[in-house]
């Protein structure tokens, strides 16, 4: 063995203790627990090569071993064996990898769009290239800065070029408080933690939160374990969303995230222009509106997603926890997957195939319901 001094053996032994210690403090469904070397390497070397793998094709084979891509002679932070592209990545069609008692959720399939995206949907068409842009959102490790579109459209927040509000397809570094990529969304990971410091025992939805989560912003809702496998949910195996209703006409542009913890609120963030009610007339609608309530009466009333779920046009509610018709809100995620889409716009349905007056129960058609 190679002689190290104490200082390294203490801290050694401190990493050791604190890592099992936050392992042992309870099971949740965010929560990692089990076998550390899954996710960790002590020294990035194991039979005289590198464990780490990233790059173009890591990720998790079907046999659960991780590997492709290419070796990493320089050590990953966190002692991780990847990125968080490689981690949730996978070369085979499945997109839950199970490791013991661990699901880890795939968004990105090395080989082709899978048969069963989960509720965000895939990068794999967004990777292949500038052709494909506008089939997700650009992200670093995953694809270069969108070919058009120089910064989020929508977006007139920031003008630094490295900001997590103008793209995500940056490396991190301090024009994105380092939180450039995956985190540019994903602000803030606590994967062997229940919670956040700020939160006590509620942890953000899927880790959405921001600089400013020590305020108040973040996501709220409901993940269920299926993670909306479309050929598996049911009326209450899907996730629920936050939602809020704000009155369309007010003039007032869309709510902060740290007054709403809406999902559509989180979107606002990069793409706010998008959100605004500014000018809207009474019946009017210049873009379809977000976080306002799903109407109960007219065309809508034939949609029920209390019970007659739709994965396909997903909607928020003012209370997940407890879901209510008349609480029902269209958001963002009602027309588009966040991650990536086999189709343009990131749409979770072929736009150019919607056609009206052709009966119908796809789209734009499970809440605009006699208009097919």
């Known amino acids: ?75 990953i932070g966190y002692l991780l064996i990847s990125d968080c592209v490689g981690c949730h990545s996978a070369t085979s069609d499945q997109t839950i990898v199970q490791l013991g008692e661990n699901r880890i959720p795939i968004v990105m399939n090395t080989a082709q769009y899978p048969t069963k995206p989960l509720a965000g949907g895939n990068f794999y068409q967004v990777s292949r290239g500038e052709t494909y842009d506008g089939y997700g959102h650009n992200v670093y490790g995953i694809s270069e800065i969108d070919g058009t579109l120089t910064s989020a459209p929508g977006n007139n927040r920031c003008g630094n070029a490295e900001s997590c509000h103008n793209t995500l397809a940056v490396a991190p570094a301090g024009g994105n408080d380092y939180r450039g990529g995956c985190q540019g969304c994903h602000y803030s990971v606590y994967h062997h933690k229940d919670s956040t410091p700020y939160l006590a025992d509620n942890t953000p939805y899927r880790f959405l939160t921001s600089h400013d989560e020590r305020f108040g912003a973040w996501v709220e809702g409901v993940e269920h374990a299926s993670w909306e496998h479309p050929d598996d949910t049911t ?71 209390v019970t007659a779920y739709e994965v396909q046009s997903p909607v928020a509610w003012v209370n997940p926890a407890t879901p209510q018709r008349d609480e029902a809100i269209v958001m963002c995620l009602s027309c588009h997957r966040v991650h990536g889409s086999e189709h343009p716009d990131i749409l979770r349905w072929d736009y150019s195939q919607i056609i009206a007056g052709e009966a119908n129960e796809d789209g734009c058609f499970v809440c605009h319901t006699t208009k097919d």
């Open 1 to 75: 063995m190679t002689n190290i001094s104490l200082a390294e053996r203490r801290f050694l032994l401190y990493s050791v203790l604190t890592l099992a210690l936050s392992l042992a403090a309870g099971t949740a469904a965010a929560k990692v627990s089990g076998v550390c070397g899954n996710c960790h390497t002590m020294h990035n070397s194991q039979d005289g090569a590198a464990v780490a793998h990233s790059g173009d094709g890591a990720g998790w084979a079907a046999d659960g071993s991780f590997n492709a891509g290419a070796a990493s002679e320089s050590p």
């Open 235 to 305: 009326l209450t195996e899907h996730n629920f969303y936050k939602g809020v209703d704000r009155n369309p006409n007010d003039g007032a542009e869309s709510l902060e995230l740290k007054q709403s913890n809406s999902i559509s609120s989180y979107c606002a963030g990069c793409h706010n222009l998008f959100h605004s009610n500014a000018g809207i007339g009474i019946n009017t609608w210049l873009r379809h509106p977000t976080d306002i309530a799903l109407p109960e009466d007219g065309e809508y009333a034939q949609y029920n997603p």
